[in-house]
């Protein structure tokens, strides 16, 4: 069988397929409106090359006449947060000129991108209400359209009216934690400010739902405090709430590092792909969810891998356009308990 | 009046995107594609507070009116994408015949196999399987409590008024044709059956010589307007056979705008003629049978919507057409009948039996589904009495959005002949056709590989 080119080469067959498996609970939970989503820069970048938190730094470093060597290193060294203070108090007109900036370089025109229509299928096929986002740019309120998402006002006037939006009409509402590019959370000072009333939003999510973080590094502290907090909470009424963190790591030592460390820390899945790559594999995972349980039953009645009999029944569906993959599985199952006890 | 239903937040997506859509001043014209695009289109309009049928255009329609209109922008609309092919159609019929305008496409949903950029703006995309059916459910349920469904921009409708029961009414309908009651969700409908040739001698002053009604669907609906107490609608259907190579053009005896429409649209503008005079003469019957009983609405805010498939029409000229039923004339004698009210169950065992005859593993011409003409259908009953019980089931079939009227033509050593034939509507309804049909061993053949 062909090895699955979404997922690293230095990953074994069996870890792929146990990857799968847990694409497919996401998939279920999707399904039953449990998913919860945080977006990071990963998404921005693959979709469109939009400047990730360390590339900003960089350009913000230049911007402030350091050649790029040197900006590279102020980046490494102290950070966005750091160099946008910096930034702030050397540049005249400060704060407008940080803003326009910021806002310059994340701008995007042009044709969506595979991953914002992936994104956009599986944000219709699960009726997903709330995605959490760290990125400033509203590349996801433009993948998803105008009439389909909302970008939310920090304000507990537009919580309370998205909350009974919500419950009227379909559509997404998306949290910029940190802000938009008109208001972006990106210096010291800024993020020494009281936290987001977002974070409540997302308290409640972590609590209720399998909660999904794609293309993003899991480093911002007021993020993994309120992730952690609600793991020692869970812990401490044993119940288990499933986390997934998607992130690209092209190299094996780095996997197997980050996986046991999240592991360690708070019961996370580390699924090592790009946003791109991800939802790709999500959407495929949702469109033939419905032919596992057939699938798992062929399987067992003729001894042979789920993935073999998947494979075959893809075959049977080409000569037949007309069913798709649950339908062909649910017909063999059919087929199979009349023939075998 | 909204009524909660699980489906309600989709509709209400729903209901929204249509309506910024339709008026979006970014756009000149909306042509909506097939039945449930013009339903939405209607229902959005009859919704707004001051309904106007302006921008709306129906696809031929559109290619005859704007042809001289450089620079037009167009918004093709419908309501869901599938494989793609028939948004794809129209909007190379739209380019070929509007060279010059800009045409953009829109559908409130599209399933995972639509190719992609198929739609320009879309509200659900990349649907599967079963979110795509969820969200079928909806616009259906939109369309049915709207009631939009049942009315084509190519169908006329007239407004009853009753000050006499509505049992009084449905005898005298009956005793005009064969009518069957029905009560589906949200209104009570009424399906009179007529046969053709009983109707031939009244039908004959305006049916042109190259038009044959022996076969035609000849019906007259009857629907509840839930919000007026004793207010029913009458939407007459009836559509001959026309011989398209032989028609040079049509000349109703007294509606002059029917000698402006040419090409295909012929047989549409024939058979809203027909239909016509069908309706004039139940008009008469009724207010023979009920005297001051009963009273009709047939204004411009009724028949605006006419434009929409028929650019040239005269409103006027219809509505003095229509006001024929008021002529004086001696009184006919009349009768009542009984109205027949078999029970949703019954009828939708007929829809049922409908379906399937859609099922023909022998055509794969096709796939293996393929579209029947009205005796086809006709001939699912095993009796005369059975016969109007099962044309009330297409409409049950048609009002869910199952089955989807189209008009085909045929081309035969006696010419080309433009007829209406019913099909499954949509790739979502094939699909569970030949699901279904698989399902109870109909056809299967199972690679012995799965077995081995």
């Not at chain 1, 900036?101 to 991108?113: A, C, E, F, W």
């Not at chain 2, 953009?104 to 599209?110: E, K, L, N, S, Y």
């Not at chain 2, 579209?371 to 006709?378: A, F």
Request: charged share 25%.
């Amino acid at each position: 069988m062909a090895r699955n080119p979404r997922f690293p080469l230095y990953l074994g067959d069996d870890e792929v397929v146990s990857l799968q498996r847990r694409i497919t609970e996401i998939a279920l939970a999707a399904l039953a409106r449990q998913l919860g989503l945080l977006i990071g820069a990963g998404f921005s970048f693959e979709a469109r090359g939009l400047p990730l938190g360390s590339h900003l730094a960089v350009a913000l470093a230049e911007d402030l006449g350091y050649p790029e060597i040197s900006a590279r290193r102020l980046a490494d060294t102290y950070g966005l947060s750091v160099i946008a203070e910096q930034y702030g108090r050397v540049v005249t007109g400060k704060r407008q000129q940080l803003v326009d900036t910021v806002s310059r370089m994340l701008t995007t025109s042009g044709d969506g991108s595979q991953v914002e229509n992936d994104l956009k299928a599986i944000v219709s096929n699960c009726d997903i209400s709330r995605i959490f986002t760290t990125n400033y740019d509203s590349l996801i309120e433009t993948a998803l359209g105008d009439q389909r998402s909302a970008t939310i006002a920090e304000t507990a006037s537009a919580l309370t009216k998205f909350e009974h939006d919500i419950r009227r009409k379909e559509f997404t509402g998306v949290f910029h934690i940190h802000g938009t590019t008109t208001n972006p959370v990106i210096t010291e000072t800024d993020l020494q400010k009281p936290r987001s009333i977002f974070f409540e939003e997302l308290r409640h999510e972590l609590l209720s739902r399998v909660f999904v973080m794609v293309g993003y590094s899991f480093r911002d502290e007021s993020i993994t405090d309120v992730f952690e907090s609600i793991y020692e909470l869970l812990k401490k009424t044993r119940e288990e709430r499933k986390t997934f963190l998607v992130s690209p790591i092209e190299e094996e030592f780095e996997y197997r590092f980050a996986k046991q460390y999240w592991e360690d820390r708070c019961d996370v899945c580390l699924i090592p792909m790009g946003a791109g790559a991800f939802f790709a594999e999500f959407l495929e995972q949702l469109h033939t969810v419905g032919s596992v349980k057939p699938i798992d039953e062929i399987s067992v009645k003729i001894r042979s891998s789920p993935a073999d009999v998947k494979e075959r029944l893809k075959r049977l569906c080409d000569d037949v356009p007309d069913l798709a993959l649950d339908d062909m599985a649910e017909i063999a199952r059919r087929f199979l308990a009349v023939r075998t006890p | 009046m909204r009524t909660w239903s699980p489906n309600s937040r989709t509709i209400e997506a729903l209901r929204e995107f249509v309506a910024a859509l339709l008026w979006d001043p970014m756009f000149d014209y909306v042509v909506p594609i097939e039945r449930k695009g013009t339903a939405l289109i209607r229902a959005a309009i009859m919704g707004s507070e001051s309904p106007n049928w302006g921008k709306v255009l129906a696809r031929e329609a559109a290619c005859v009116t704007l042809a001289n209109r450089p620079g037009v922008r167009v918004l093709a609309l419908d309501d869901s994408v599938w494989s793609g092919e028939t948004i794809k159609a129209t909007v190379g019929m739209l380019e070929a015949a509007l060279p010059r305008a800009e045409v953009v496409t829109a559908a409130f949903m599209t399933h995972a196999d639509a190719p992609s950029g198929s739609v320009d703006i879309s509200y659900f995309q990349g649907l599967g399987d079963n979110a795509f059916r969820e969200r079928r459910a909806a616009v259906v349920e939109y369309l049915q409590q709207q009631g939009s469904l049942l009315l084509d921009t190519e169908h006329a409708e007239v407004a009853v008024r009753l000050s006499c029961s509505s049992d009084e009414f449905f005898r005298a309908l009956a005793g005009w044709g064969k009518a069957v009651k029905f009560s589906p969700p949200y209104r009570l409908n009424c399906t009179v059956f007529q046969h053709a040739s009983e109707l031939l001698e009244q039908l004959r002053g305006v049916l042109p010589s190259y038009a044959d009604i022996s076969d035609a669907v000849c019906k007259v609906r009857v629907v509840e307007r839930p919000q007026i107490s004793g207010g029913f609608s009458l939407i007459p259907i009836c559509y001959p056979n026309v011989w398209l190579d032989r028609a040079s053009g049509y000349d109703h005896p007294r509606m002059e705008w029917t000698k402006r429409v040419t090409g295909d649209r012929l047989f549409n503008c024939i058979g809203l003629c027909v239909a016509i005079e069908m309706l004039v003469h139940l008009m008469q019957w009724l207010d023979d049978c009920l005297g001051g009983k009963v009273s009709f609405e047939y204004g411009p805010a009724q028949l605006r919507h006419l434009n929409a498939a028929f650019p040239e029409l005269d409103v006027d000229e219809v509505i003095a057409e229509l006001g024929r039923s008021r002529e004086s004339r001696r009184v006919r004698a009349t009768h009542l009948g009984v109205p027949d009210e078999p029970g949703l169950q019954i009828l939708e065992k007929y829809a049922e039996k409908i379906k399937r005859r859609c099922y023909d593993p022998g055509a794969y011409r096709s796939g293996t589904v393929r579209n029947l003409r009205l005796p086809e259908i006709l001939a699912v009953a095993q009796s005369e009495v059975e016969v109007p019980r099962v044309s009330a089931a297409l409409d049950l079939l048609i009002d869910k959005a199952v089955i989807l009227p189209r008009v085909s033509k045929l081309k035969t050593a006696k010419g080309v002949m433009a007829f209406r034939e019913f099909g499954p509507d949509g790739e979502m309804v094939r699909r569970e056709l030949i699901r279904e049909a698989l399902l109870t061993g109909r056809g299967v053949e199972v690679d012995a590989d799965i077995c081995s």
